[in-house]
């Protein structure tokens, strides 16, 4: 990265983004270590699954580290760097902090590499340039902090800040590929660019599987964008395409190997089957379908969907969750796989069986509810409104107008990019954290195109635009990160969190590592925190609320009987939330956090 190219060789230029960049980075610490996560978790939904991956990975344990829903490259890096931290609880929340700020950092770094290649080919060396290119640094710098830090969440544990990472870097790769072997017509080393593209999208796929089809889909952009200069540019693409397809045949045949049949992953057929379809989610499907009123949020969804008049033919599972005893139904999990909570480790597994489907109505309403959720996502950030009136001030002229329709037809293939990994998730499910690198792409080069006309780059616009852009950034560090914020001024410490003190105290009643355990009460097994913590296996359940209040409203020796059914599943001890004040003596509580603990004599240790 050369530091002429940021954003002007002056030396005052320089440090004001040194300056800027030290701040961002400060921002991004603040919400990795600050940041708030779902429902109280300790480290937030879905996290669980990832770390059960890293301690998979540190014991060698392949089997169940090859996840076919959940992807290795996160995890991966957590058990690299785990060795370097103490043993513990508060070592595992150490070294997913560090990885996680060193994450947005690189991520950061990408996307400097993006702007700093770009911005060159797009500008020229006029006052004017001069205050574009000024005004599109702002802009740029503007859409990543509320993307990356008030949409993506450094404090989140999932691979998603990793995959814009290497989203950026692509970018930046494609853009530096194509000055090379167009603009400055080198045919010598195009290979490299080649090489390293496809190698970035190939740990892309190691890291989430959305890299599959948004790298192929790239790959065809850059092909269909270059193809006048389809001499100078073929090398370094077939390059790029081979090593991609090496590095995901190679995965697809460890993956097939360990899941016992060939698969790529299958995190997209299982979304579609809970998003699109209305199969019964997350776990314990015993086939079928759920009743109208459970599958769909709405009665007229349902009506359109014809689910009763048609109902659709799901088929059955092939190894579902044992049901141990059936009032109150205990549910019973084993698997080829070591995991906190193995229903929703690998969920491929247990739906195993499900007949796939496309109907047209499921797809239409599945496709609607996502455009509704895109909205909600854009419309909850100040910066959205402030980006809407900023534009609309560049684009006042006709002229400014047919440029940007220029730009956006014939020369943007970055912005392609960005349109595509929003339609890649559009039909099935998306979340603003999965859009956060895509959405600042399209914002930048939006922004890119609608400057084209130089002569309008005056003083008092560019100043009006940027002004625009940092009030709506405050809105949205101030509105969004609100959490953030109490956070920090209260010096909030995940050892204050119920989650964490729950699992310490089991921890303190000496139940030896990967123990398993029973539970009554299905909202905690799904986002575990507490048995992570704990290093406990949770394998036997009662899932529903109203099988809970039977089992406490059983007397003493149907309690005895029920609690014998998790003994012979192999439970230690069975944990339980907000037990009433009539259960018996034997259930310990764990200090004040709510939850209560039975030890199950005799019980079996794996």
């Given at each position: 990265?050369?530091?002429?190219s940021?954003?002007t060789a002056?030396?005052?230029?320089?440090?004001?983004?040194?300056a800027?960049s030290?701040?961002i980075?400060?921002?991004g610490?603040?919400?990795?270590?600050?940041?708030?996560t779902?429902d109280?978790d300790?480290y937030?939904s879905d996290?669980v699954?990832y770390?059960?991956?890293?301690r998979?990975?540190e014991r060698?344990?392949w089997?169940?580290a090859?996840?076919?829903?959940?992807?290795?490259?996160?995890p991966?890096?957590?058990?690299?760097?785990?060795p370097l931290f103490?043993a513990?609880p508060?070592?595992?929340?150490a070294?997913?902090r560090?990885l996680n700020?060193?994450?947005?950092a690189?991520n950061?770094a990408?996307f400097?590499y993006?702007?700093v290649?770009?911005l060159p080919g797009?500008v020229g060396?006029?006052?004017?340039?001069?205050?574009?290119k000024?005004?599109?640094?702002?802009?740029?710098?503007t859409?990543?902090v509320?993307t990356q830090?008030?949409?993506?969440?450094?404090s989140r544990?999932n691979?998603?800040?990793?995959?814009t990472?290497?989203?950026f870097?692509?970018?930046?790769?494609a853009?530096?590929?194509?000055?090379w072997t167009?603009?400055l017509?080198?045919r010598?080393?195009s290979?490299r660019w080649g090489l390293?593209?496809?190698l970035?999208?190939?740990v892309?796929f190691?890291?989430?599987?959305?890299f599959l089809?948004l790298?192929c889909?790239?790959l065809?952009?850059?092909?269909?964008?270059?193809?006048?200069?389809w001499?100078s540019?073929?090398?370094?693409?077939f390059?790029?395409?081979a090593v991609f397809a090496?590095?995901?045949?190679?995965?697809?045949?460890?993956?097939?190997s360990?899941?016992?049949?060939?698969t790529?992953?299958e995190?997209?057929?299982?979304n579609?089957?809970?998003?699109v379809n209305?199969l019964?989610?997350?776990?314990?499907?015993?086939g079928g379908r759920?009743?109208a009123?459970?599958?769909w949020?709405?009665?007229s969804m349902?009506r359109?969907a014809?689910?009763?008049?048609d109902?659709?033919?799901f088929?059955?599972p092939?190894?579902?969750s044992?049901?141990?005893q059936?009032?109150?139904?205990?549910?019973?999990?084993?698997a080829?796989?070591?995991a906190?909570?193995?229903?929703?480790?690998d969920?491929?597994?247990w739906?195993e069986g499900y007949r796939h489907l496309?109907?047209?109505?499921?797809?239409l309403?599945?496709l609607?509810?996502?455009i509704?959720d895109?909205?909600?996502?854009?419309?909850?950030?100040?910066?959205f409104f402030?980006f809407?009136?900023?534009?609309?001030?560049?684009?006042?002229?006709?002229q400014?107008?047919?440029?940007l329709?220029?730009?956006?037809?014939n020369?943007?293939?970055?912005?392609?990019?960005?349109l595509l990994?929003v339609?890649?998730?559009?039909?099935?499910?998306?979340e603003g954290?999965?859009?956060a690198?895509?959405l600042?792409?399209i914002?930048?080069?939006?922004?890119?195109?609608?400057?084209?006309?130089?002569?309008m780059m005056?003083t008092?616009?560019?100043?009006?635009?940027s002004?625009?852009l940092l009030i709506?950034?405050?809105?949205n560090?101030?509105?969004t990160?609100?959490?953030?914020?109490r956070?920090?001024?209260?010096?909030k410490?995940?050892?204050?969190?119920?989650?964490?003190?729950i699992?310490?105290a089991?921890?303190?009643q000496?139940?030896?590592p990967?123990?398993?355990?029973?539970?009554?009460?299905w909202?905690a097994?799904?986002?575990?925190?507490?048995?992570y913590?704990?290093?406990?296996?949770?394998?036997?359940?009662?899932a529903s609320p109203a099988d809970?209040d039977l089992?406490w409203?059983?007397?003493?020796?149907?309690?005895?009987?029920t609690l014998e059914?998790?003994?012979k599943?192999?439970a230690?001890?069975v944990?339980?939330?907000?037990?009433p004040?009539?259960?018996?003596?034997?259930w310990?509580p764990?200090g004040?956090?709510?939850?209560?603990?039975l030890r199950?004599?005799?019980?079996q240790v794996?």
């Open positions: 990265m050369k530091i002429d940021i954003p002056r030396p005052r230029m320089r440090l004001i983004l040194l800027v030290v701040l980075l400060v921002l610490a603040v919400e990795n270590l600050y940041g708030n779902d109280g300790v937030g996290a699954q770390l059960d991956i890293a998979a990975i060698h344990d089997r169940s090859l996840n076919p829903l959940w992807s290795q490259g996160y991966a890096l957590l058990a690299a760097e785990r103490a513990g508060g070592g595992d929340w070294a997913i560090v700020f060193s994450i947005f690189a950061y990408a400097l993006f702007l290649t770009i797009i060396s006029t006052p004017a340039h001069e205050r574009r000024t005004l599109l640094w702002i802009a740029g710098l859409f990543f509320a830090i008030c949409l993506g969440q450094v544990v691979p998603d800040e990793l995959v990472t290497l989203f870097l692509f970018c930046g790769l853009a530096r590929c194509w000055r167009v603009a017509a080198q010598r080393g290979v390293s593209m496809g970035v999208l190939g892309g190691l890291v989430k599987a959305i089809p790298g889909g790239m065809a952009l850059l092909a269909l964008r270059w193809r006048r200069h001499r540019v073929r090398v370094p693409l390059a790029a395409a090496s590095i995901v045949a190679v995965y697809g045949i460890a993956l097939s360990a899941v016992g049949h060939r790529l992953g995190s997209g057929a299982i579609y089957a809970w998003h209305r019964q989610k997350w776990v314990h499907w015993e759920q009743p009123n459970i599958a949020p709405k009665t349902a359109f014809r689910w009763d008049d109902p659709p033919e088929g059955a092939l190894h579902p044992a049901i141990l059936e009032s109150p139904r205990v549910y019973g999990f084993t080829p796989i070591h906190t909570y193995v229903p929703y480790y969920p491929p597994y739906y496309i109907r047209p109505r499921y797809q309403i599945a609607v509810k996502c509704s895109l909205a909600l996502v854009l419309l909850r950030m100040p910066l402030a809407l009136l900023a534009l609309g001030l560049l684009l006042r002229d006709a400014a107008r047919a440029l329709r220029i730009y956006v037809g020369v943007s293939w970055a912005l392609w990019f960005g990994g339609a890649i998730y559009l039909p099935v499910h998306l954290r999965y859009l690198g895509f600042a792409l914002a930048l080069q939006l922004f890119a195109g609608a400057t084209l006309k130089v002569e005056t008092g616009r560019v100043r009006a635009v002004g625009l709506g950034l405050a809105g560090l101030l509105l990160q609100a959490p953030v914020w956070n920090l001024l209260h010096h410490s995940p050892r204050n969190n119920v989650e964490w003190k699992g310490e089991v921890v303190a000496g139940l030896p990967m123990s398993q355990v029973g539970v009554l009460g909202t097994n799904l986002h575990s925190d507490w048995a913590i704990a290093h406990l296996q949770i394998t036997s359940e009662i809970i089992f409203r059983q007397t003493p020796a149907e309690q005895a009987r059914t998790f003994r599943a192999g230690v001890a944990f339980t939330r907000g037990k004040a009539s259960a018996g003596p034997e310990t764990l004040d956090t709510g939850m209560s603990m199950l004599a005799d019980a794996r």
